[in-house]
């Protein structure tokens, strides 16, 4: 599971950095949290020194800092640790950049595809619900991203879009708390 070798380019990255930075996670994020989860979040790829520095998904950094106050206002969270919520990434290794190439979102898929179950998902940003969408059986034409859109899925499954809670975005109100809050009170009531 550490050496996974699918994607040459993002296992050689990982491979120099446990050069460069041995005390470091440098291998896939697993998911965290709950697989029973009735609320599922999808975020894109492990950032350098968030999730790719740590080990645990969403943790580490700025993104990880919103997503767990966030998630600790509607008690999906304690301490930082998920309760009732599975956290997932679209690319489990870390890419070059932040920009996993299409056939590395398309490889990993296989990983997310196995983990998605719960009823509704949040997906952050738009590879994550490109990504999403595919896993979970839609049709990407009918399904357009855009922060707070709903999707009901073939199954009966709902997506919901937000965008992603970086730092980028936090530092120029693409997204603010609030959004980011009323995102997840809309999965809350879907939730029942
Ligand atoms: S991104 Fe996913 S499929 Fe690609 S090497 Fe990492 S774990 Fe394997």
Known sequence: ???CALCPRLAAL????R?????????PVPALGDPE???AI???APGMKGANRTGRAFTGDASGDLLF????????AEAGEPKGVLILNAVRCLPPGNKPLPEEIRTCRQFLSG???APVTIALGQIAHQSAVKAMGGRLPKTPF??????????GRVLIDSYHCSRYNQNTNRLTAEMFEAVFARAMELRG
């Open 1 to 3: 599971m550490r050496d």
């Open 42 to 44: 999808v975020g894109l």
């Open 37 to 39: 989860a009735g609320i």
């Open 146 to 155: 855009g922060h707070g859109n709903e999707h009901r899925m073939p199954d």
């Open 19 to 27: 050069v460069a930075q041995p005390e470091w996670w440098n291998a």
């Open 14 to 17: 990982r491979g120099e950095l």
């Open 69 to 76: 106050a966030t998630l600790e206002k509607f008690a999906l």
């Open 115 to 117: 983990q998605l179950r």
